[in-house]
């Protein structure tokens, strides 16, 4: 399994950005998706998540009422979409896949949030 992450970028405080997470190769049991970030100096935490049916979904406490995670299940893309976007949101973001056993990790999108 194969995970391209993109759409970070500088937006400013207020803004609106959606992240993707294009997954590719063995999709077969794949049992969720999510999205973590990484801010300089502090611990990975989880933003939101999706079962790979699109049936669940879960939100961190941090983005909750201002982000939505859905999946394109002909694209086999997971997406993040937030809004109104604060600078603690700045971060490196992963999208993170479980399959099985296994959990495989993309290779992170910058978002940086300016006031």
């Known amino acids: 399994v194969q995970l391209q992450a993109s759409g970070g970028g500088l937006v400013q405080a207020g803004g609106s950005l959606r992240l993707s997470c294009a997954v590719s190769?063995?999709?077969?049991?794949?049992?969720?998706m999510s999205w973590f970030r990484q801010a300089p100096g502090k611990e990975r935490e989880i933003v939101a998540g999706?079962?790979?049916?699109?049936?669940?979904?879960y939100y961190g406490d941090s983005v909750k009422g201002r982000s939505t995670i859905f999946r394109d299940n002909a694209k086999n893309t997971v997406y993040l979409q937030m809004s109104s976007l604060k600078p603690e949101d700045t971060a490196v973001y992963y999208c993170?896949?479980?399959?099985?056993?296994?959990?495989?990790w993309g290779q992170g999108t910058q978002v940086t949030v300016s006031s």
């Open positions: 190769g063995r999709t077969s049991s794949i049992y969720a």
């Open positions: 993170k896949c479980v399959r099985g056993d296994y959990v495989y």
């Open positions: 999706i079962s790979w049916g699109g049936a669940t979904t």
